[in-house]
């Protein structure tokens, strides 16, 4: 072996620091966990004090489709949760989300 003299080259000196470097960020395979969003959307409004209406804040999500994905129970990822089941039986809006949330604050 190259690298097992007592003196270290510049490049034995190298190939230590990335073997440690390595070692030290090995990614650990069975603990693997994913949140996948598409479609994204999310609105906030703020209003200003008045005598005409009580709105203080708007706030509008929508998620068309997301998965969650987990190997931490099991060596193989698997989908936790996700994706819309059956168009046909429960179609669903062309503007509607997986997930939608409208919260609206007033004073």
């Known amino acids: 072996n190259e690298c097992s003299s007592p003196l270290l080259t510049e490049d034995c000196n190298e ?3 990335r073997d440690r470097y390595r070692r ?3 990614r650990n395979v069975n603990k693997y966990f994913q949140l996948s ?4 959307k999310l609105k906030q409004d703020s209003f200003v ?3 005409e209406h009580r709105l203080a804040s708007y706030l ?3 998620i068309s489709d997301f998965y969650i994905a987990e190997a931490i129970s099991n060596d193989d990822p698997i989908k936790m949760m996700g994706e819309w089941m059956n168009e046909a039986e429960h179609p ?3 503007r509607d989300g997986m997930i939608m949330l409208q919260i609206v604050t007033k004073h």
Do not use: P, T, V
């Open 60 to 62: 509008d999500l929508s």
């Open 24 to 26: 030290k960020y090995h």
């Open 49 to 51: 004090d008045s005598m």
């Open 92 to 94: 669903r809006d062309d």
């Open 15 to 17: 190939q230590l620091r």
């Open 37 to 40: 969003f598409h479609g994204l």
